[in-house]
């Protein structure tokens, strides 16, 4: 089986918890119990009557319902099929550390390794099995095509926003990362039809780069959000979304494994777009890397000891 074809059969079995968890932020406490208990152990909700949840969390069958409502299916029944397929894969990866990502005070360094990096390698894996394709190709579409490309970002996203925008910038394409909010404000003031805006936030919640998204929207331009959370206010603001899946480690502060995961998407979107423009794309960045190349300078030739 190709790997194409082997993420695409992951996909079901994976996406119904990576849906859970980007629904977190949009729930009721009541629901947000059920999504809890869900993420906690998949097998056990699989196999539990409607009942028995709405007990186990102290709420109401009806709140149970409104849960799965909440992440677009029909009823509990479905639910059930999916957390089944859920579980199956998990435990099907035999090898994997523990995937909650939790550090505790008595872990080696070797723990500690093995947390993180296994919950890096889940966010690309997770982010590219439940990215909408059809999103991404219209994402890369409207950014190949653009006049300007503007990206907005603060913090760790400001850091993924600069590797965009040096990538797009490299093979010819005008753009510009604005973190400092007034400027953020001001250049998105300027954006039109011709024009890309995007914003980066693992939340969605971020003022600066909503209000940013949102004065770009108001102008005309194509808007584009990169973030955790497809319920968020900056993917309501935005005309395209492209949602990650990261899970996060105890140390998380919005800088580890949702970066990997903004990284990984913003590389899809980077390649696509050069991808269109294949050979001029190649062209530019044999050149750039040329040039640089030639500030590496020569090594320094070791003098011969005497013997």
């Not at 099907?92 to 360094?109: C, E, Q």
């Not at 999103?135 to 190949?144: M, P």
């Not at 903004?262 to 050979?279: N, P």
Request: glycine letters at 6%; proline letters at 4%; charged letters at 20%.
């Amino acid at each position: 089986m190709s790997t194409a074809m082997a993420a695409e059969t992951a996909k079901p079995a994976a996406s119904i918890l990576i849906r859970v968890r980007g629904a977190m932020p949009n729930l009721r406490p009541a629901e947000r119990r059920v999504a809890q208990a869900v993420l906690a152990d998949p097998a056990r909700i699989s196999e539990s009557a409607i009942t028995a949840v709405a007990r186990l969390c102290q709420t109401s069958e009806t709140t149970v319902l409104r849960f799965c409502r909440a992440l677009g299916l029909a009823g509990y029944p479905e639910l059930r099929i999916a957390l089944a397929r859920a579980a199956q894969w998990e435990e099907g990866d035999r090898t994997a550390p523990p995937v909650t990502g939790v550090i505790t005070k008595t872990d080696s360094l070797a723990d500690i390794v093995a947390k993180v990096t296994h919950a890096d390698a889940r966010a690309i894996e997770d982010t590219g099995s439940a990215l909408d394709l059809t999103v991404l190709e219209a994402a890369v579409t409207a950014v190949a095509a653009a006049r300007r490309i503007d990206i907005y970002g603060t913090g760790a996203s400001a850091l993924v926003g600069e590797d965009l925008r040096l990538k797009l910038h490299r093979i010819g394409l005008v753009s510009f990362l604005w973190s400092e909010s007034h400027q953020a404000l001001a250049s998105a003031a300027l954006l039109g039809p011709a024009d890309v805006a995007i914003g980066i936030s693992h939340t969605g919640t971020t003022v600066d780069i909503v209000d940013a998204v949102r004065v770009a929207r108001e102008g005309g331009a194509t808007t584009l959000a990169v973030t955790n959370f497809a319920g968020s206010p900056v993917a309501a603001l935005a005309d395209l979304v492209l949602t990650t899946a990261a899970r996060e480690t105890t140390f998380r502060s919005g800088a580890m494994s949702s970066r990997i995961a903004q990284l990984a998407l913003v590389d899809c979107l980077f390649t696509g777009v050069a991808q269109r423009s294949y050979d001029r794309a190649m062209e530019a960045l044999e050149n750039t890397y040329e040039v640089v190349q030639s500030r590496r300078g020569r090594p320094a030739r070791v003098a011969a000891h005497p013997v």
